[in-house]
T-cell receptor
Framework: ETGVTQTPRHLVMGMTNKKSLKCEQH?????MYWYKQSAKKPLELMFV???????ENNSVPSRFSPECPNSSHLFLHLHTLQPEDSALYLC??????????????FGPGTRLTVT | GQNIDQPTEMTATEGAIVQINCTYQ??????LFWYQQHAGEAPTFLSY????GLEEKGRFSSFLSRSKGYSYLLLKELQMKDSASYLC??????????????FGRGTQLTVWP
């Protein structure tokens, strides 16, 4: 596989469930990101990891818990979500090296529906 | 964030030219990206501007004016497959968050036959 992959592609969960979203990048990048994309709203940055350290947490509720075990993998653990959390969750990676354009490469996303 | 503003919707016909504008706050500007996103798919990179002027890539060109906080994406010889959302994203230098992207809401372009 190449690029950025995400699993599952679709997820339906109840408000009391616990689930995890997985992202893997095969590009040798140093940074990984979680974004939330809701209808009619801009992409919202949730978390940024650089070299496996969380460098940004954009005021995200604690019911979303990220994990970055190594520079190629990123997880988003979900628990006790609300219906308004239904959205497309996108993972991205970027080189984050000096002297290069820090272009972000996106995965296909997980379409999450909270019932 | 950062008042990244672009039109919500645009329509055009096959073979035509369309220009999608984007304005943004200039303070701390580091670079500007354009992404294309088809419905249900990931955003894909189209172009990057950091200096004033026009960057051309085949049918797509992107222009930047740093002093005016303005960019546009120009699509020529439109094809049906160009129907998509076009996202303007700006990178700001914020110290530890160097390179963080702020996205506009996207411009939904519909190309008619």
């Amino acid at each position: 596989e190449t690029g950025v992959t995400q699993t599952p592609r679709h997820l339906v969960m109840g408000m009391t469930n616990k689930k995890s979203l997985k992202c893997e990048q095969h590009l040798g990048h140093n940074a990984m990101y979680w974004y939330k994309q809701s209808a009619k709203k801009p992409l919202e940055l949730m978390f940024v990891y650089s070299l496996e350290e969380r460098v940004e947490n954009n005021s995200v509720p604690s019911r979303f818990s990220p994990e970055c075990p190594n520079s190629s993998h990123l997880f988003l653990h979900l628990h006790t979500l609300q219906p308004e959390d239904s959205a497309l969750y996108l993972c991205a990676s970027s080189p984050r090296t000096s002297g290069s354009i820090d272009e972000q490469y996106f995965g296909p996303g997980t379409r999450l529906t909270v019932t | 964030g950062q008042n990244i503003d672009q039109p919500t919707e645009m329509t055009a016909t096959e073979g035509a030219i369309v220009q999608i504008n984007c304005t943004y706050q200039t303070s701390g500007f580091n670079g500007l990206f354009w992404y294309q996103q088809h419905a249900g798919e990931a955003p894909t990179f189209l172009s990057y501007n950091v200096l004033d002027g026009l960057e051309e890539k085949g049918r797509f060109s992107s222009f930047l004016s740093r002093s005016k906080g303005y960019s546009y994406l120009l699509l020529k010889e439109l094809q049906m497959k160009d129907s998509a959302s076009y996202l303007c994203a700006v990178s700001y230098d914020r110290g530890s968050t160097l390179g963080r992207l702020y996205f506009g809401r996207g411009t939904q372009l519909t190309v008619w036959p």
